[in-house]
């Protein structure tokens, strides 16, 4: 069965960024000129995944303002003939068919991919994380949905990380599938997991992969979700689901596989890393790369801040 749906969790508290995300999501901090959330169903979208679902909650409703249309700023950009900027805002209505369910607290990314069950029913379905970014111009998801079409069960991204920051993620031991799996993909870039871990020390951490925000699951996680206990930080953990996941038959949705990602990618949930996404693409903007990259050569080299002094 292909993969058609894509569920987007974004009902997190963005604690890590307050004050900024006291009254506006996360998601839709801007990165450049385009909320970050919007980036993510863009690749949604250009994986071929029409069928958007939202896990928003409290505070969220601003998400699917963004997403819908927006008729009064339409007609007065299409009175003034500002044709550019129209486009742009109706981008973002045109992406993929946008659905939304309310997560009714935030008690974790397992409980918040539990919520798109009714959405989702019996088909393997994709999950992104609503502020985690991956470079439209490196390819993981198309890849992920290969390998789910070619070995069957789940699939997560994987990335390698020096074993000092291995505890902001979850982590699993892994065993190279050997061989090509798909031909979009070279070999030894697919592993069997086992043993996942949320958060590891670096001392208990099964590897130095860390499972970042891509998945391709089986709807057989669902069953596994309702008996997921709270785990770390009394959340309900997509991992701890996934740990239980791995260890089920085959035959009965079960199997985790994980593809390695080595191309460009950010959480902007994080301060440090939203920076980093936005320099990055304010680098490679079509209208402000250009000005932007002098002035921050400029900068670099100290110009820029002795003049301000
Ligand atoms: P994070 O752990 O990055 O989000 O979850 P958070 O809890 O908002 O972060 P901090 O630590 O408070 O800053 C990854 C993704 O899962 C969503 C988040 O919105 C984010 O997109 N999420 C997390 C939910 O939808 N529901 C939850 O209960 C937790």
């Known amino acids: 069965m292909t993969v058609t749906k894509a569920v987007i969790p974004a009902a997190g508290l963005g604690t890590r960024f307050l004050p900024a995300t006291k009254a506006v999501p996360k998601e839709l901090l801007p990165v450049v000129d385009v909320p970050a959330i919007?980036?993510?169903?863009r690749e949604a979208s250009a994986a071929g995944l029409s069928n958007v679902l939202l896990i928003t909650g409290k505070t969220k409703g601003a998400i699917l303002?963004?997403?819908?249309?927006?008729?009064?700023v339409e007609a007065l950009l299409e009175e003034k003939g500002d044709l550019t900027r129209l486009r742009a805002i109706r981008q973002s209505a045109e992406l993929a068919i946008i659905h939304a369910v309310r997560q009714p607290a935030p008690r974790g990314l397992g409980h918040a991919v539990l919520c798109a069950k009714e959405h989702v029913g019996d088909e393997p379905f994709a999950v992104l994380l609503g502020d985690d970014l991956i470079d439209a111009r490196d390819p993981l998801l198309t890849n992920m949905i290969a390998v789910r079409q070619a070995l069957g069960g789940s699939v997560v991204a994987l990335m390698r990380v020096p074993r000092d920051q291995i505890s902001l993620y979850g982590s699993a031991?892994?065993?190279p599938v050997p061989g090509?799996?798909?031909p979009e993909l070279p070999a030894g870039s697919v592993f069997r997991l086992s043993e996942l871990v949320e958060k590891p020390s670096p001392a208990e951490a099964p590897s130095d992969f860390a499972i970042i925000g891509r998945y391709v699951l089986d709807p057989a996680v669902f069953a596994v979700l309702e008996e997921t206990a709270p785990g770390r930080g009394g959340e309900i953990q997509l991992t701890d689901a996934l740990a239980a996941l791995a260890q089920v038959d085959p035959a009965a949705g079960g199997g985790l596989h994980g593809v390695v990602f080595s191309g460009r990618r950010y959480d902007t949930g994080d301060r440090l890393d939203y920076l980093k996404a936005v320099v990055r693409m304010a680098l490679d903007h079509p209208e402000l790369g250009a000005d932007f990259g002098a002035w921050l050569t400029e900068f670099v080299d100290g110009k820029d801040r002795d003049s301000s002094q």
């Open 180 to 182: 090509v799996v798909t």
């Open 38 to 41: 919007e980036y993510v169903v």
């Open 173 to 175: 031991a892994a065993e």
């Open 65 to 72: 303002d963004h997403f819908d249309r927006a008729w009064d």
